[in-house]
């Protein structure tokens, strides 16, 4: 009698999977056999290794996505789905794979684009970025390359070497991004991302290390490298970098080379700095604050700018900062030696000095009080004496100034100046015109004739306020006799072009008044909402005076900040439904904003303002100090106590942690002493196999991570550990029973709240 077999199910099922995924899965996959060896695909990676990668690339490419052309991130973002479907695909299989054998964990990645496509692209993205580089200027060229370089190199990782590449590139990709922002929190950020990249590389080298060991090691690395990075930044010289960072100025807000009636009031509502100045003394009165930027004595009816003069001299400087000789013919020094000498300059009083660190307005204008000297050589003055940088400010720039407030500047007009400053355009504004001429038929002295123009702006209904009303073309005229309400601008622009036409030289000055001080950091910040607009008129004997017709409207704006009335009308203008409103007139809000700020401002002024002639100043000091023999001794006691603590500390924590199999012993004691807690108690006569049974027993739930510790110990005990295992081994074992206690322990807590 023949027995007749039937199949089981699992035996039916299994040769046909076999069937359907050999073909599919390890063909597809099969690594490429080459007659090199030396190119023998030999990196095999898990699935998961496969997309800390591309989340990686994702991230190293998000540093730098404002400085990145749109054809670009279009084919980095094509690149990054094309490559997360392909691995998702091969990770379904995978999965599917290892469920039937476990002998599949890792596969080598497949080649996603053929050779030839590489090749194209590779040649046509290079030549693309060759064409753009007129436009895109040398360093973003450069970092365009690179990420291009970046984006391909994922498609093909055969081997180790590809893997060190993919990961070295994109530390460089994370790394340049600190060329245009260089803020404490996203320098935090890169250096984390760094770190993140390099224990990719870390997981390939120990790959069954714990994440938090891995980063414990990483860190570890870090600080060991902190002294040196220090050494470095401080000691080696730092050469001007042979690129120019573009310019952006579209993106930025802030002060422009021309002003219309209504633009100052537009940043009003801007919170974005400008900049921040830190005395060396006591600090001004609010009153004081009026940093010069620009002078503007053009005026067309409509618009004020600066004299094509001044204006053609400004954009040859700021065309290349190499220009800095032509510059200085153009413009004067900025020294205290120039000043001295100037016939038009006459220092009085004492000087204050203070450093101001202005954040990148990708224009060339500086800030600083009247009267301004500085002696860094790539500052000038301008014969409106106010101060520019030879270049284009697309960094956080650092400069030092001392300013005379009681200097008199230009005590005498030559006739160029004077014709430039009283010249009117007759066309727009009739009626201001007629008004100055009677004024000057009414008043001789000039000074009368000032203080009864500001007399009136004072105790006739005019109002000082953010939203100005519309003005038509003739925008002076209806201002001064018709609205009556404006900003900064409305009053500077109406009062200058009232003085000319009285025949008394004027021009407007732009700039920023007051700040806001920060007593956690002890320096002033000054933001956009801070622009200001006012007036300068030459008076004989006494040359250029400022006069601020904004004082005579409201008289706190200039004493305080904004007046109260005005704050109100911010509030509701920065009302909405998102607005933050509410949350910054809370004292904790404040008090934490002005915390940050003051970190970032000391990052700012010791790290990023630690220019080439600060390092040199510094290293000149030190040399003049071992020179002279002063704190040499000093300087070694300290080198030596150093030494000794680090190798002191060094020794104490070698002989506190001892050797491997002493920790395993403490922590099975420790996980005993952790047992009793729970009513688990091991008898004395109980081996550590039999206590291990009786866990099981009762508590089946704690006998997996329990026995791993207890196997350990017995192998410890019993058998030692074998002469052939690496130290590097018996740390690996370490380290999964420490983990197997720390499980063990949340177990136990779990069940004791209930919940386990």
């Given amino acids: 009698m023949t027995k007749i077999i039937k199949p089981s199910v699992k035996q039916h099922l299994k040769p046909s999977l076999k069937l359907s995924l050999k073909p599919s899965f390890k063909q597809?996959?099969?690594?490429?056999?080459?007659?090199?060896?030396?190119?023998?695909?030999?990196?095999?990676?898990?699935?998961?290794?496969?997309?800390?990668?591309?989340?990686?690339?994702?991230?190293?490419?998000?540093?730098?996505?404002?400085?990145?052309?749109?054809?670009?991130?279009?084919?980095?973002?094509?690149?990054?789905?094309?490559?997360?479907?392909?691995?998702?695909?091969?990770?379904?299989?995978?999965?599917?794979?290892?469920?039937?054998?476990?002998?599949?964990?890792?596969?080598?990645?497949?080649?996603?684009?053929?050779?030839?496509?590489?090749?194209l692209l590779a040649i046509s993205g290079s030549v693309a970025i060759a064409v753009a580089g007129q436009t895109l200027g040398l360093l973003l060229s450069m970092m365009h390359l690179l990420c291009f370089a970046y984006s391909l190199k994922m498609f093909e990782i055969p081997r180790r070497k590809d893997l060190y590449q993919l990961v070295v590139l994109g530390i460089f990709v994370a790394t340049s991004s600190l060329i245009f922002i260089q803020s404490i929190y996203f320098s935090l950020a890169v250096i984390v991302l760094v770190f993140g990249n390099l224990m990719i590389l870390l997981n390939l080298f120990a790959p069954t290390m714990a994440v938090w060991a891995q980063a414990k090691l990483v860190a570890k690395l870090g600080l060991y490298?902190?002294?040196?990075?220090?050494?470095?930044?401080?000691?080696?010289?730092?050469l001007s970098p042979f690129w120019q960072v573009p310019s952006v100025e579209s993106a930025?807000?802030?002060?422009?080379?021309?002003?219309?009636?209504?633009?100052?009031?537009?940043?009003?509502?801007?919170?974005?700095?400008?900049?921040?100045?830190?005395?060396?003394?006591?600090?001004?009165?609010?009153?004081?604050?009026?940093?010069?930027?620009?002078?503007?004595?053009?005026?067309?009816?409509?618009?004020?700018?600066?004299s094509r003069r001044d204006l053609s001299q400004n954009s040859q400087n700021s065309q290349n900062s190499q220009n800095s000789q032509n510059a200085q013919s153009s413009y004067g020094s900025a020294t205290l030696e120039q000043a001295n000498s100037s016939a038009d300059i006459e220092l009085g009083g004492t000087g204050l000095s203070y450093q101001v660190i202005a954040e990148p307005s990708f224009q060339s204008w500086l800030f600083a009080l009247d009267f301004a000297t500085s002696e860094q050589g790539n500052i000038g003055r301008r014969n409106d004496f106010a101060l520019f940088y030879r270049g284009i400010i697309s960094q956080t720039l650092s400069y030092q100034v001392t300013s005379y407030p009681a200097a008199k500047m230009s005590a005498t007009l030559s006739d160029a100046s004077r014709a430039l400053n009283l010249l009117l355009s007759?066309?727009?504004?009739?009626?201001?015109?007629?008004?100055?001429?009677?004024?000057?038929?009414?008043?001789?002295?000039?000074?009368?004739?000032?203080?009864?123009?500001?007399?009136?702006?004072?105790?006739?209904?005019?109002?000082?306020?953010?939203?100005?009303?519309?003005?038509?073309?003739?925008?002076?005229?209806?201002?001064?006799?018709?609205?009556?309400?404006?900003?900064?601008?409305?009053?500077?622009?109406?009062?200058?072009?009232?003085?000319?036409?009285?025949?008394?030289?004027?021009?407007m000055v732009v700039g920023y008044l007051g700040?806001?001080?920060?007593?956690?950091?002890?320096?002033?910040?000054?933001?956009?909402?801070?622009?200001?607009?006012?007036?300068?008129?030459?008076?004989?004997?006494?040359?250029?005076?400022?006069?601020?017709?904004?004082?005579?409207?409201?008289?706190?704006?200039?004493?305080?900040?904004?007046?109260?009335?005005?704050?109100?009308?911010?509030?509701?203008?920065?009302?909405?439904?998102?607005?933050?409103?509410?949350?910054?007139?809370?004292?904790?809000?404040?008090?934490?904003?002005?915390?940050?700020?003051?970190?970032?401002?000391?990052w700012t002024r010791w790290v990023i303002g630690y220019t080439g002639q600060k390092q040199s100043r510094v290293m000149a000091q030190l040399l003049?100090?071992?020179?002279?023999?002063?704190?040499?001794?000093?300087?070694?006691?300290?080198?030596?106590?150093?030494?000794?603590?680090?190798?002191?500390?060094?020794?104490?924590?070698?002989?506190?942690?001892?050797?491997?199999?002493?920790?395993?012993?403490?922590?099975?004691?420790?996980?005993?002493?952790?047992?009793?807690?729970?009513?688990?108690?091991?008898?004395?006569?109980?081996?550590?196999?039999?206590?291990?049974?009786?866990?099981?027993?009762?508590?089946?739930?704690?006998?997996?991570?329990?026995?791993?510790?207890?196997?350990?110990f017995a192998q410890l005990s019993y058998q030692r550990f074998a002469d052939d295992i690496s130290q590097q081994e018996r740390d690996k074992q370490l380290i999964k029973l420490q983990l197997s206690y720390r499980q063990l322990r949340w177990q136990l807590w779990l069940a004791k709240l209930g919940i386990g």
């Fill in 426 to 507: 007759t066309d727009n504004n009739p009626k201001l015109l007629a008004k100055g001429q009677q004024l000057r038929q009414q008043y001789h002295d000039d000074r009368q004739l000032i203080n009864q123009v500001l007399t009136e702006l004072n105790e006739e209904n005019y109002y000082y306020t953010l939203q100005p009303p519309r003005l038509n073309n003739h925008s002076l005229d209806q201002f001064y006799f018709d609205t009556r309400a404006g900003f900064c601008e409305h009053y500077a622009s109406s009062f200058t072009y009232l003085m000319r036409a009285a025949g008394i030289p004027a021009r």
């Fill in 515 to 602: 700040g806001e001080f920060n007593l956690s950091g002890n320096y002033l910040s000054v933001y956009q909402r801070n622009a200001h607009a006012w007036s300068e008129v030459w008076l004989p004997n006494s040359g250029w005076q400022r006069i601020d017709p904004t004082a005579a409207v409201d008289p706190e704006r200039v004493e305080r900040g904004f007046s109260t009335s005005l704050m109100q009308e911010y509030d509701d203008l920065s009302s909405g439904l998102f607005s933050l409103q509410p949350l910054r007139a809370m004292w904790w809000y404040k008090q934490l904003k002005m915390q940050i700020d003051a970190i970032d401002y000391q």
């Fill in 28 to 119: 597809k996959f099969k690594p490429r056999k080459s007659k090199n060896p030396s190119e023998k695909n030999d990196l095999k990676l898990t699935s998961q290794m496969y997309f800390c990668l591309l989340i990686f690339q994702l991230l190293n490419l998000a540093t730098l996505v404002i400085q990145l052309h749109l054809l670009y991130l279009l084919f980095a973002t094509f690149a990054l789905a094309l490559q997360f479907i392909v691995h998702l695909n091969i990770a379904r299989k995978g999965a599917l794979v290892s469920r039937l054998s476990q002998s599949i964990k890792s596969y080598v990645t497949p080649k996603i684009l053929p050779p030839w496509l590489m090749l």
């Fill in 225 to 238: 490298s902190v002294p040196l990075a220090v050494a470095l930044f401080v000691g080696f010289p730092k």
């Fill in 252 to 306: 930025k807000v802030g002060l422009s080379d021309s002003v219309k009636i209504g633009d100052i009031a537009q940043l009003a509502l801007s919170d974005e700095l400008a900049f921040r100045v830190s005395f060396q003394n006591s600090n001004p009165e609010h009153a004081q604050l009026y940093w010069r930027a620009m002078v503007l004595d053009d005026f067309d009816g409509v618009t004020w700018r600066q």
């Fill in 624 to 712: 003049a100090s071992l020179k002279q023999g002063k704190n040499i001794l000093y300087f070694l006691l300290i080198l030596a106590g150093a030494v000794l603590l680090f190798y002191g500390y060094k020794v104490v924590k070698g002989k506190a942690k001892g050797n491997t199999e002493d920790k395993i012993k403490a922590l099975y004691l420790k996980t005993l002493k952790l047992m009793a807690q729970h009513q688990l108690v091991k008898a004395r006569s109980m081996t550590a196999q039999q206590f291990a049974d009786v866990i099981a027993t009762a508590r089946p739930e704690l006998s997996a991570n329990f026995c791993a510790i207890s196997n350990g």
